[in-house]
Nanobody, 115 residues
Framework: QVQLVESGGGLVQAGGSLRLSCAAS????????MGWYRQAPGKQRELVAR???????NYADSVKGRFTISRDNAKNTVFLQMNSLKPEDTAVYYC?????????WGKGTLVTVSS
């Protein structure tokens, strides 16, 4: 059974940092692109960052230079390092994978950035 479990969210002041983790089980992440998305209250879910199987990355313009996505295939885990956080980064952050024609999501972890 494919599962994605996010952790690491919390309350942080503007300018602070958080590191999110996404632990995958039920499959091996190595051959798959993995993504982080977020959904703020009243807004649509949006792509934050994505990492290919070879480690190539792409980011939303709003987080470029502040967020870094990485993967540890040995630990079957994907990370999102978030620095210089802003109140507008407040959202539920979700881990994502497209595998065998299906899209899987975790339950999300809440990030709240106070001004």
């Amino acid at each position: 059974q494919v599962q994605l479990v996010e952790s690491g969210g919390g309350l942080v002041q503007a300018g602070g940092s958080l590191r999110l983790s996404c632990a995958a089980s039920g499959f091996i992440i190595r051959p798959y692109a993995m993504g982080w998305y977020r959904q703020a209250p009243g807004k649509q879910r949006e792509l934050v960052a994505r990492i290919s199987p070879t480690g190539m990355t792409n980011y939303a313009d709003s987080v470029k230079g502040r967020f870094t996505i990485s993967r540890d295939n040995a630990k079957n885990t994907v990370f999102l390092q978030m620095n210089s956080l802003k109140p507008e980064d407040t959202a539920v952050y979700y881990c994502n994978v497209d595998r065998a024609g299906m899209t899987y999501w975790g339950k999300g972890t809440l990030v709240t950035v106070s001004s």
